[in-house]
C-alpha cells in the first residue's frame, strides 16, 4: 500500500501571524481544499516569504491532520546549520531506504546512477537491496559497501533537492566516500571506481570484523598486548564507545577476555576487518587507481573520520590518503568534537539505522539542547512506508528550526 502520509507547514512574522496561518490551514482542510486528503495537501502551499515562528503537521488523513494542527504550538526556528553525517559499515540492514525508491525522483535517480555505474554487477545490488531474501549476505562488503554508499549518497542528495545547503558534511568509514561525493572530491563515476577498487581488493580476505566496545581507547590497550597488530583500536566513536578490528580468531579471543572482565560487547555487521592492518597489504595496489582520479577540493567542508579534522584541500588530493583509508582507524568521535566546537548544529544522519544519531545523542552539545540531530532513515528495518514517514519528520525539523524548504518534490 503506498504511504498517504503527508506534510503540511506554515509559518508567521509572530505568534498572531502564526495563528491566522494555522487558522487558514484549518479552513483549507475543512472546506477549501478538493476531497481527496491528499490532494489538498499536494495543493496547500503557504504564505511566503516564511516567517521566524513556525508549524508542521505530519498526517495521512484530513480527521488526523485536524487532530494535530488543533494541538499544535508555535516554534521559533534557531536556522541552526546543517551538518549531514553519514554512517558506514555496520549500519546496514535489508532493504534499507527501499522504501523512497520509486517514491522520490531525487532519490530514486541518485541509485540509479550507482547502479548503472557498477555495470553488470549493478542490476545485482539493485535486485538484491529490494528483496526480502537478497542472494548474498547483507554484511559481505560485496554488498554493504556499494549499498551504503549509494544510500548515503541519495539521501544527501535528497536533502540538498529540498534546498537545504549543509554548512559541513562528517562521514564514517564507507560514509566518507558518499561525503566527498556530494562535496565534489570525486565525480560519481570515480566513487565508484574507488568502492569497486576497495571490493575487488578485499574480497576473499581470511574473515575478519569489528567489536563495539564501551570503553576508552586507552583503558582497551592492555587487553590487546597478548594480540599485537593482530586486534586494533579500529574506530573512536565516542568517549567511551570504541570499535576494536581484526581477525576473526584473535578478534573472539579478545572478545572473550573482555567479557570476563566485565565489558559490555557487540560484534558490528561486518565480515572483514576493516579498519586494521590485516588489510592493508591487500590495499597496496590502490595508490596508482586513487592517482589517476581527477580529485578536487571539497565544495562542501568535510570533517574527516579519519584525520579527526576540518579536511582541507590537500588531503582531499591526497592519492595515499584515500588508498589507505579502509586500513585506517576511524577518529569519528574526535572529528564530531571539533565540529560541535566550532558551534550549534542541526546534524541530519543520512543512511539507515540510526547509529550515529544514537552516537550524536551522547553527545554534551546535543544533549545539552544547543544541537540536536535527526535521522532521515528509520532504525530498524520495516515496512517501505517508513522510510517515507522518516523522511518526511526530519524535513519537519528542518523547517521548524528555521530552514526554509522546497516542497515541490514532497
Known sequence: MPDR??????????????????????????????????????????????????????????AEALAV?????????????????????????????????????TF?????????????????????WRSPRPDLDLDDLRRAQPLLFAVDRALGALV???????AALLGHSVGEVAAAALAGVFSVADAVTVMRDRIDRLTG???????????????????????????????????????????????????RTLRAAGYGCRRARATTAFHSPAIATALAGSREVMAGLPLR??????YSGYTGGLMSGATAVDADFWANQPAEPVLFGPALDLLLAGGDYLL?????????????????????????????????????????????AAAAKLWLDGHDLDLSSM
Do not use: C
Open 108 to 128: 530514486t535517480a541518485a541509485m540509479d546512477e550507482v547502479f548503472e555505474l557498477f555495470g553488470p554487477d549493478g542490476q545485482a545490488i539493485r535486485d538484491d
Open 297 to 302: 577540493p571539497p565544495d562542501i567542508p568535510i
Open 205 to 255: 580476505l581470511p574473515p575478519g570484523g569489528m567489536l563495539a566496545v564501551a570503553a576508552g581507547a586507552d583503558e582497551l590497550r592492555p587487553f590487546l598486548a597478548d594480540a599485537p597488530g593482530e586486534v586494533v583500536v579500529g574506530a573512536v566513536n565516542g568517549a567511551r564507545q570504541v570499535m576494536l578490528a581484526g581477525l576473526d580468531g584473535p578478534l573472539r579471543q579478545v572478545e
Open 160 to 166: 540538498l533537492s529540498w534546498g537545504v545547503r549543509p
Open 5 to 62: 502520509r503527508r506534510l503540511l507547514v506554515w509559518s508567521g512574522a509572530d505568534e498572531q501571524d502564526w495563528e491566522r496561518g494555522r487558522a487558514a490551514l484549518r479552513r483549507w482542510l475543512s472546506e477549501d481544499g478538493p476531497p481527496a486528503f491528499q490532494d489538498a495537501v499536494d495543493r496547500w502551499r503557504p504564505p511566503a516569504p516564511a516567517g521566524p515562528v513556525r508549524g508542521a503537521v505530519l498526517a495521512e488523513t484530513r
Open 348 to 392: 541530519v544522519e543520512a543512511g539507515p539505522s540510526e547509529s550515529l544519531t544514537a552516537l550524536a545523542r551522547r553527545h554534551p552539545k546535543v544533549r545539552s539542547g544547543a544541537s540536536d540531530v535527526v535521522a532521515l532513515l528509520p532504525a530498524v528495518p520495516g515496512e517501505g512506508e517508513r522510510d517515507r514517514r522518516a523522511v518526511l
Open 69 to 105: 494542527l488543533a494541538d499544535t504550538t508555535p516554534a521559533r526556528g534557531r536556522n541552526r546549520p546543517v551538518a549531514l553525517l553519514f554512517p558506514g559499515q555496520g549500519a546496514q540492514h535489508p532493504r534499507m531506504g527501499a522504501g523512497l525508491y520509486d517514491r522520490d525522483p
